[in-house]
């Protein structure tokens, strides 16, 4: 590996220019809305304002990289019932520490993964106009977004996103991720589509093995969460971080759990996705033949809280641009999300599994939820970070015991439908 992709990132004690004049006057505007222009913002060696982010969020302490064992997922898709089992036995550790894993033999085909990066690259290299045409409209999680700057004012990610859904219940149509291709960027786009969509299928496949793997990992019926996310609603992003001349005051994704249930993600080769594992921040060595996954709060309420959902950021870096897939993984928009029955009746004990109906394992951390609803709570109420899933689960309960309309949780953290209402929550 080429270690040079983790020396990258400048010392926190980097000197700094906070002269806001400058940084104000360097800022890309297009008909008065700030517009994220890799090409001129890469160059830029004092960034905008809006990307600067609060010492707390830039901790670099390590360089170290995350030291966990990878699991072969072949001997499991072939039955062998020890490789299975030490599958489920790294899975239900990696979980209860931190959510996350990595996985290597997962039958997807390696010219389909070079083909969905190089299909990235040719798209976030088109002139921003070209891009916008596919803009993300307001409310939609769909489109493409260069830093969030119409959702936020503050914080912004040093990223451009490209995100779709893909909701394949295995009986029917599943042409929709090459409709929408068509629909948004037109008939030279019709490869792209054909790519993603293919992509999207073996990510769906793929996560349908994780599942299998996690219920046994939890000792419950293996099919359980198989069955509950056959038709799954899913989110297919493609993240491209540009280089930036002052990478120890932004990041290219601030540190978050994701609010999904499972994300499966591949990154190029240079590396920046650091998960929080063993009370530090971990850089996670790319490698091509793996797919990251983390847990994300609605499996985390799932399991009643027993598996963690990962916190982990992406910073960027001076020199590479860099780019990550990520598909994440969301139940169907009005299916319940609560605990299996059975997992409420295990008491974990080590590693074993106990049947015990006296223990606190059998309270629920959680209220029942739809992931239609915490979708939307991180759309329209809170920008999603370390701590959604808690308040979600506080807002759920005040709203079902107040009468009157609940306040956004948080102000600082709050989108807004308009820029000029989100300038205003966030400034
Ligand atoms: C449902 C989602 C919201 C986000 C995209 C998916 C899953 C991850 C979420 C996100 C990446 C967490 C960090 C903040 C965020 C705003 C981002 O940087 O993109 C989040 C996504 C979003 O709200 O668009
Ligand atoms: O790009 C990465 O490595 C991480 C991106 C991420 O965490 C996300 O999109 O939710
Ligand atoms: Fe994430």
């Given amino acids: 590996m080429d270690s040079s992709a983790f020396l990258l990132r400048p010392s926190p004690l980097e000197p700094t220019?906070?002269?806001k004049d400058h940084r104000k006057k360097d800022n890309v505007f297009v008909n008065g809305d700030f517009v994220f222009d890799a090409s001129l913002l890469k160059k830029q060696t004092r960034i905008p304002r809006q990307f600067l982010w609060p010492h707390g969020d830039l901790v670099f302490e390590s360089r170290q990289e995350l030291r966990e064992p990878i699991i072969d997922l072949?001997?499991?898709?072939?039955g062998d019932e020890l490789a299975t089992k030490h599958a489920a036995d790294i899975i239900r550790s990696a979980c209860t520490n931190h959510g996350f894993f990595q996985v290597v033999n997962h039958g997807v085909d390696k010219r389909l993964i070079t083909a969905a990066?190089?299909?990235?690259?040719?798209?976030f290299k088109l002139p921003v106009s070209h891009k916008l045409k596919a803009r993300k409209k307001p409310g939609s999680t769909w489109g493409y977004s260069g830093a969030h700057c119409e959702r936020f004012s503050s914080k912004l990610p040093w990223k451009e996103t490209f995100s779709f859904g893909y909701n394949n219940d295995g009986c029917g149509d599943n042409s929709a991720v090459l409709s929408y291709f068509l629909s948004v960027l037109g008939k030279d786009f019709e490869e792209t589509g054909l790519v993603y969509q293919k992509y999207c299928e073996a990510m769906k496949e793929l996560s349908l093995v994780i599942m299998e793997l996690l219920a046994?990992?939890?000792?419950?019926d293996r099919l359980h969460f198989r069955r509950f996310f056959q038709d799954s609603n899913s989110l297919m992003r493609c993240n491209y971080?540009?280089?930036c001349q002052e990478p120890s005051l932004t990041l290219g994704t601030g540190p978050h759990c994701d609010p999904t249930s499972l994300t499966i993600l591949h990154q190029d080769q240079v590396g920046g996705l650091?998960?929080?594992?063993?009370?530090?921040?971990?850089?996670?060595?790319?490698r091509s033949d793996a797919f990251v996954v983390n847990i994300g709060d609605t499996f985390m309420a799932l399991s009643?809280?027993?598996y963690k959902s990962c916190l982990h950021r992406a910073v960027v870096?001076?020199?590479?641009?860099r780019r990550s897939l990520a598909f994440f993984v969301c139940p169907k928009e009005d299916k319940i999300v609560r605990p299996p029955v059975d997992l409420l009746n295990i008491v974990y004990r080590g590693e074993d599994h106990h049947q015990d109906d006296s223990s606190h394992e059998r309270t629920r951390k959680y209220p029942d939820f739809t992931w239609s609803d915490f979708l939307d709570f991180t759309q329209k109420h809170y920008r999603a970070d370390v701590t959604t899933l808690q308040s979600f689960t506080n807002w759920l309960l005040s709203t079902s015991n107040s009468s009157t309309a609940a306040t956004s949780p948080n102000a600082n953290n709050n989108p807004s439908s308009s820029s000029a209402a989100a300038t205003a929550a966030t400034n």
């Fill in 17 to 19: 220019n906070n002269n």
């Fill in 74 to 78: 072949h001997g499991f898709i072939c």
């Fill in 117 to 123: 990066h190089d299909h990235m690259e040719a798209f």
């Fill in 216 to 220: 046994i990992s939890l000792g419950i």
């Fill in 241 to 243: 971080y540009p280089p």
């Fill in 274 to 286: 650091e998960v929080f594992a063993h009370n530090k921040w971990q850089a996670v060595r790319p």
């Fill in 304 to 306: 009643n809280g027993r």
């Fill in 317 to 321: 870096n001076r020199y590479k641009e």
